[in-house]
């Protein structure tokens, strides 16, 4: 039996969860013509989050609106697009519609015929503008295109200006373009702050969350039925407990979950959730939280390490108890921890108080310095 789960970074898991609201404002934004501000999209959250798998269902949702999609790639922005994404989905186009004819004259009985010209094959202009212009020419009425960029961070300033600019263009022009990208956090802020990203400060700004613990549930339990596995309820609302809503983080326990399960009984026990636990949580530490963590200033490691000293479980910390733990006062530490908060790193679920946004960072930023060889 195939293992329903998938902790596999970007790919679109069998049983969906979370608000999908962003979806469906993105395709209503589809249906409101070339004006719609709900067709720029910008898209954040820390690793794990789901920003693929959301730029993936607004591929999705272009696609079932009869949009064609071009992916961008963060490395090398243009030049993949103008020498073989535009022109694959050309000629795609092309081949679905071979007969497609435009006029080029018209002569009346008694004077004349008239004569048609089937479009030539010669290659799109060696341009992104050109070659997007050319792509919304031979769309079909009614359809757009979609273009989509991951790791949005990674990419040089001045190709993601080369590519905003065409599409502001094309829209100036009533051409039914779409943009969606997304991207960490850290990243995203520093690449808004460039003078070439005034398309993108624009755009509408989401900022991904946990799902809730009735969505946590569900994914959970459904996912597993998918692969004829039960968890009962009892064990559900623990392994749902675990994760905070985290989707990776449900994704990577229900796969060890059912990897168990189904070598016997087909049914998930506590002793199961208590054995798979450990090897969870350090797989999320490697994956997520040591990559959160890195290039992170003194100042920022120090608060959140002072934050998980104090921590009791998964529970929020009072910040007064953080300031004091580092010997300073709530002033004094008053800009760091703005500046965790601005990398989604940390967020305030109420007045004075403050949580890890990624489940168990905590208990990693404790064990970090330690090693257990077996032999101390």
């Known amino acids: 039996m195939q293992n329903p789960f998938i902790p596999t970074f970007g790919v679109s898991p069998v049983v969906l969860g979370g608000d999908d609201s962003l979806i469906r404002d993105f395709g209503a934004g589809l249906d409101g013509g070339p004006g719609d501000p709900r067709r720029t999209l910008l898209i954040s959250g820390p690793r794990g989050i789901g920003k693929t798998v959301a730029l993936n269902e607004l591929e999705d949702e272009a696609a079932r609106h009869g949009w064609v999609v071009l992916r961008a790639q963060p490395y090398d922005l243009i030049s993949p697009l103008v020498a073989s994404v535009i022109p694959k ?3 795609s186009l092309r081949q679905k519609n071979p007969d497609r004819r435009r006029i080029t004259g018209v002569n009346i009985a008694g004077i004349g015929g008239f004569s048609t010209e089937t479009p030539s094959s010669e290659k799109p202009e060696p341009s992104l503008i050109g070659s997007l212009n050319a792509l919304c020419d031979a769309l079909p009425q009614g359809s757009g295109a979609l273009l989509t960029l991951d790791e949005v961070q990674s990419v040089d300033s001045k190709e993601l200006w080369q590519l ?52 946590t549930l569900t994914v959970l339990e459904e996912t597993a039925l ?36 189904i070598r016997r009984d087909q049914l998930v026990s506590h002793d199961d959730l208590g054995a798979v636990t450990p090897d969870v949580l350090r797989t999320l530490g490697d994956l997520i939280h040591q990559p959160a963590l890195l290039h992170l200033p003194t100042a920022e490691l120090e608060y959140l390490e002072a934050m998980a000293e104090v921590q009791d479980g998964q529970q929020a910390v009072p910040s007064a108890a953080i300031a004091q733990r580092l010997g300073k006062s709530l002033q004094q530490v008053s800009m760091v921890r703005q500046k965790l908060i601005d990398r989604e790193l940390i967020y305030s679920p109420r007045r004075g108080a403050l949580n890890f946004v990624i489940p168990h960072m905590g208990s990693h930023l404790k064990q970090r310095a330690t090693r257990d060889t077996g032999w101390d």
């Open 226 to 261: 998918q692969g004829a596995v039960h968890i009962p309820a009892d064990v559900l609302h623990d392994a749902a407990a675990l994760t905070r809503g985290y989707p990776f983080l449900i994704q990577l326990l229900g796969y060890h979950l059912f990897e168990r399960a």
């Open 89 to 91: 989905t050309l000629s």
């Open 164 to 215: 905003t600019a065409a599409v502001q263009d094309l829209r100036r022009d009533g051409r039914d373009v779409a943009f969606a990208a997304a991207g960490l956090p850290d990243g995203v802020a520093t690449l808004l702050q460039h003078p070439g990203t005034t398309f993108l400060r624009r755009a509408q700004h989401t900022v991904l969350a946990p799902m809730t613990p009735t969505e």
